[in-house]
């Protein structure tokens, strides 16, 4: 996964490549590294702190709402009712319930 510098990084490198009107390509890699100022993982920039951080703030609303809102659903690949245990059936969390628990619209 790329770090949030090289991000920055490559979303406006493709976006100089896609514009027509733009600068010469021999200086798409220099103006990309001017304009995001990412120069090197080990020197973060303003921007890629804030987009950490917002990361961060985000990733854990998401566990918490996923943590509230799974489900737990009957196992259909359970065998324990054949098997004599003293339950009927198994149950797992529904991955669905998890995966749509906080919906990208929350991510402004």
Request: aromatic share 12%; proline share 6%.
């Given at each position: 996964m790329k770090t949030a510098e090289e991000f920055i990084y490559d979303a406006?490198?493709?976006n100089l490549k896609s514009r027509k009107d733009a600068m010469p390509e021999r200086f798409?890699?220099?103006a990309a590294r001017t304009i995001?100022?990412?120069m090197g993982p080990d020197k973060p920039n303003i921007t890629a702190l804030a987009m950490i951080e917002f990361a961060k703030m985000h990733v854990k609303a998401a566990l918490e709402a996923a943590s509230k809102k799974a489900?737990?659903?009957p196992d259909t690949n359970d065998y324990t009712?054949?098997?004599g245990s003293e339950y009927d059936v198994s149950y797992i969390i529904n991955k669905n319930s998890i995966l749509d628990a906080?919906?990208?619209t929350n991510i402004k």
């Open positions: 406006i490198l493709k798409h890699e220099s995001s100022g990412y489900k737990m659903v009712g054949n098997t906080y919906p990208e």
